[in-house]
């Protein structure tokens, strides 16, 4: 059993939670994730590792209550103990040979790109940040960016926090300011990512997208994670999650995702029915 060691909201749709987990933490890299069950009758969901302490032997989560598990998954605090937490799976992101890099986050993508962030920062790599959210509520982890970058736009819809626009727009603008990227990693809703890859794909720079399609197993055998890049079949689960994003199907890649949309809907207003009836 994998005790919540510490719980805390981030903003009224986020959440984070430690967990112990020595194994996973012994091994754990920025850029993979982990597959967790509540409890023996669960089902099993993905969540990129946010953070991890390889000498307190903990794993730090975030995750947006979207569906069924998420809002099981909300209703636990510290001290409770989830069934099943198996990583680190997937591919570490790679960090080798990298001077200047952008890292861009949108909304809850930002606790993927966090890690990231941080691991390049450590090794003496230039990080600029930027991270769009729709308002000033939802913004998470701007203390930890700031201390992960040498530089950080905060980029909202409303203009109530930061800059006024898109993500798109501040990267555009360091760009054509003279910002020589050796690379730009982004992480976030597959509309965002999308036009950042474009965006970068005008300028010659290489870019990195981490996708999170829908995943049962996370050792390739379902298939659920399957996407298109360059042309072939790839499983974000073995292959990934990280993709050249110059390559990779977006189109397809939201139409798959766009698929399970009713169904997540409807399980997580059951869910949410469950709990105010034991409430």
Do not use: W
């Not at 006024?164 to 050796?182: F, H, M, N, P």
């Amino acid at each position: 059993m994998f005790e919540i060691l510490e719980k805390k909201s981030l903003n009224p749709f986020v959440t984070m939670m430690k967990i112990n987990a020595p194994r996973v933490a012994k091994k754990a890299e920025p850029g993979q994730f982990i597959i967790l069950r509540t409890d023996s009758e669960g089902e099993r969901i993905p969540l990129t590792i946010a953070d991890f302490d390889r000498e307190k032997g903990t794993v730090t989560i975030m995750f947006q209550i979207v569906g069924s598990t998420t809002e099981k998954l909300n209703h636990m605090n510290a001290g409770d103990c989830l069934s099943d937490f198996v990583g680190p799976l997937g591919k570490a992101t790679e960090t080798a040979g990298l001077k200047k890099v952008a890292v861009v986050g949108g909304g809850v993508g930002c606790a993927i790109a966090y890690p990231v962030a941080k691991k390049l920062h450590e090794m003496g790599v230039e990080v600029h940040v930027i991270a769009g959210f729709r308002n000033k509520e939802l913004v998470i982890l701007e203390d930890e960016f700031k201390a992960a970058s040498s530089k950080l736009v905060i980029m909202s819809d409303d203009g109530s926090t930061g800059e006024k626009g898109l993500v798109t727009d501040a990267l555009k603008k360091l760009i054509e300011s003279g910002e020589k990227y050796d690379r730009v990693i982004t992480i976030g809703p597959l509309i965002m990512m999308k036009f950042v890859c474009q965006l970068t794909k005008e300028y010659n720079i290489p870019t990195v997208a981490s996708m999170n399609p829908v995943m049962i197993d996370g050792t390739g055998m379902c298939g659920g994670c399957r996407l298109t890049v360059g042309g072939e079949t790839k499983f974000a689960c073995v292959d990934g999650p990280e993709f050249d994003g110059h390559l990779i199907d977006f189109d397809e890649a939201m139409a798959r995702s766009a698929s399970y949309r009713t169904f997540e809907r409807k399980a997580h207003e059951n869910t949410c029915n469950l709990f105010k009836g034991v409430e």
